[in-house]
Structure formats: structure tokens, C-alpha cells
């Protein structure tokens, strides 16, 4: 059975950092783009990073580039999404998801993760 797994959320303060982690089961992530996706409350979901799987390209969104960087871990099936001088407005759900290329209209979802950015 394919799955995803987020973790990592959690509470920080402003300009902390924090790292999201994407397990995979049931299907090896290398085959895959991964994106993480985010939703703050009373907000639609907005893509926030991907990782290609052909050739390892990376995409950000304006607003969290020079901030965080997607990558895929050493241990298969791991992707990371490190977060650094984090805003409250970086306050949402973060998902992560899969398919054949980096889309918003992803094959695959994990449930989600709560980062929360407050002092």
C-alpha cells in the first residue's frame, strides 16, 4: 500500500528553523517527484518546494525561497524539507506528495504536518 508519512512540525519562534521529513512506504521516493505543499487556515493549498526525479531539479516558491531547501536523504525513501528563519505566515499544514513530475495536482498525499511560528 503506497503511504506518506510527514513529521517534523511543530512550534517555533520567529526566525527559528525547523526540519520536515517525508517517509515513504509501499514505493521508492527516488522514482519520484516530491513536493511539499502547505495550508494555512481559511487558505487554499499552495505549493511551497519540489524535487524532480530525473534530474534532481529543485522549484520554491517566491515566498520561502533563500529560506528553505528540499532535498532526498541518504536513507531511501526520505525526503527533507529544512526550514530556516521561519515567519508566521510560514504557519499552515505542510503535506507532502508524489507523482511523475513536480504538479500541483499530485498522484500521491501524505496527511500532513503542523507547523506552527509564534513567539
Known amino acids: 500500500q503506497v503511504q506518506l508519512v510527514e513529521s517534523g512540525g511543530g512550534l517555533v519562534q520567529p526566525g527559528g528553523s525547523l526540519r520536515l521529513s517525508c517517509a515513504a512506504s509501499g514505493f521508492t521516493l527516488d522514482y519520484y517527484a516530491i513536493g511539499w505543499f502547505r495550508q494555512a487556515p481559511g487558505k487554499e493549498r499552495e505549493g511551497v518546494s519540489c524535487?524532480?526525479?530525473?534530474?534532481?531539479?529543485?522549484y520554491y516558491a517566491n515566498s520561502v525561497k533563500g529560506r528553505f531547501t528540499i532535498s532526498r536523504g541518504n536513507a531511501k525513501n526520505t525526503v527533507y524539507l529544512q526550514m530556516n528563519s521561519l515567519k508566521p505566515e510560514d504557519t499552515a499544514v505542510y503535506y507532502c506528495?508524489?507523482?511523475?513530475?513536480?504538479?500541483?495536482?499530485?498522484?500521491?498525499w501524505g496527511k500532513g504536518t503542523l507547523v506552527t511560528v509564534s513567539s
Open positions: 506528495a508524489a507523482s511523475t513530475v513536480c504538479r500541483y495536482g499530485m498522484d500521491y
Open positions: 524535487i524532480s526525479s530525473s534530474d534532481g531539479r529543485t
